[in-house]
């Protein structure tokens, strides 16, 4: 990134920091925590200790950091090197992302940057100039891509509610400042789970693993009372809806998945997993010390806010999300794809001059899609 | 502590405190060793280490859960102590390992009896303290079935697996994961035999009585036939015997060596447990994260991919090939041994 698209941003997210204090706060048990951040251009400073929000604005002032980091886990001592921390809990976080979810829509918003020509195009395999593999890939997601991702957020919190007696209120929800949403779960039993426990609740929420004898079917002789019920908790009701469909379907459909036979069933399991499991990205959810973008901070991928979903139906991350101001800027722009940010349709620009608020200019600069004229 | 009553120390004489045991029953370890009438306890002691050695579990005096008559109590409590003091004696690890698989197989069948006892409800909450007590699972019972919390059973189960163990196939409702009886005590298997050895191990070793020499010896000359590492069960290709030797030496196998030894016996059907211990005696051995490598490998973590052997001509590129005659005409060391047509 050029030195003055840099400043520039650092001056746009500085000017976010000073006047939005407010949004930004250290978590609970904030001196167990492990901070961290990384600045423009630059690597990533970790195992930081902070003690409170002055403290934490304080460093945001200093460094004007393009992005801020804290653990999901609680140590004795959280800025030692990571083998001397001393681990106690964790809370359990899930991230679901739009780009993980085989949408449609991903092929009409995905640009490729060259990285030998820096030629822009909507082309996924090669670069329409140099011909060049070696492209870049960013996503302007849409509408869809958001709705999309909300609705595999409400399979997982009925999936936490429903099964693993997790409280509503103990779910809290934030869009991830890009394209998808990190689910905190707190005061769960499961705090003090390890990594491979982790990765076995992975696998439950996701729907990885089911074999059919779980669902009634056997090898030998299967028996039709062992079929999940319609009314059922928990998968083999879930089960249930996706493959009967209703109530009185069930028998003729139990009919035919015992004609079918064993391997067809697992292969009914396989397909259903997609749809009734939650599409969560299980290694983020196994990593007991990974450290996670603050809530309330800025992304450096969008210039948008990692920010708490009050209302989670409603929300609108392209205008929720979006603080950094209004005031008009001009920079050359290269965005074949046409998106919205503040209720306002911006582009398609073609390496083009144009005069926009700050926010669609830092928006498209992280992207490295516009550059300061 | 739990308070113990006859026919409980006798279904789980791991529970009792062996000194106090003794001293209340009013006798010494020296009068086994000498007292004719006592002298047989000590032949039922070593007989008892004996069938668990060969991996069997020894079959009690104790019929159903009732004592067949109110002397056998007091000799099934006995031959398991004096188990011990053998045990001890002869300092044979193998032997107290076995031992203490045995004894917990058997406790595990009383446990799992105890659980399911409907007419004697002091008995099934005996069965569950003590699996509170020992294993810190709080386990509840639930219409037919018993009921845990999903994170203690997930400590216990992530060592299964079977894919019956997974979350996923498991009854799950409310936090809590659904059990029959049989499953709940599966499910402590391990750790039962952990708390058998360890309190074995723990256990302060008496000087020589006289009268125990014999069966100590006994012991120690039995305990030779277990002295190579139970792994090394049928013919394996001299690849793989050489990494075995050198993990047994304590020396340090480079990484393609472990993933070559482990995926072998993988493919051969051995468990991510079995094979774990080996790789103990390595400079950089760290159970976790030899698990962790293990499943990944077995497939049954994360990615879900299963890999599988190299063959040797990769093997030879990575200097972990020691042919031999018997090498010919293979392409993997799975298939050293097997008849070829
Ligand atoms: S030929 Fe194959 S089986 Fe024989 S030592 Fe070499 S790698 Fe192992
Ligand atoms: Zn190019
Ligand atoms: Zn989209």
Redesign the interface.
Known sequence: MQENDIKFLEDSFKKYYFEHFDLIHVPNRTSEREFGFQKFNSGMTRHISIKDDKELHLLLMKNIPSDVYCSNACYSFPDLPMSEKDWKEADLIFDIDAKDLNLECRKNHTISKCNECNEISTNAINCSKCNSIKLEKKSLPCKNCIDASKNEVSKLSKILTEDLDVQQNDIHVYFSGNEGFHVYVYNSQFQQLGSRERSELTDYIMFNGAIPETFGMKKFKPNRSLFPDFEEKGWRGRFSKEVYGSKSKRSKIISELITNGYSSFQKTLEDISGKIGAKIDPNVTMDIHRIFRLPGSLNSKSGLTKIFCNDFTKFDPYTEASFLSENSIEVTANCPVEFKLKNRKFGPYFNEKVSIPTYTAVYMICKKLATIS | MLALGQDEIAKYPFLADAGQYLKDKGFTLEQFGTDPDLKSLVEKAFNRIEVAADGKIYHSDLIGDQASNQAALPREVFSFLLAIVLLKLSGMTTLIKRFALAEARRAEKYLEKDLANISDESKKQFAIRVIDDLFAVQIKKQDDFFVI???DY??H??NFHE??W???????????VFLTPHETVRLIRKELGTYISSKIINAKTPPMISGFEEPVNKLISMSKKFATFTVTTGEYPPCIKHAIEILEKGENLPHSGRFMLATFLLSKGQSVEEIAPLFKNAPDYNERIT??QL?HLAGT??S?THYSCPSCEKLKTQNLCFAIPECDNIISPIQFGKKRF
């Open positions: 919390p999903i994170s997930l400590r189960s992530i894919r019956e997974k979350l996923i196939n498991r009854h799950v409702e409310k936090g809590l698990l962790y499943n973590s994360g879900g």
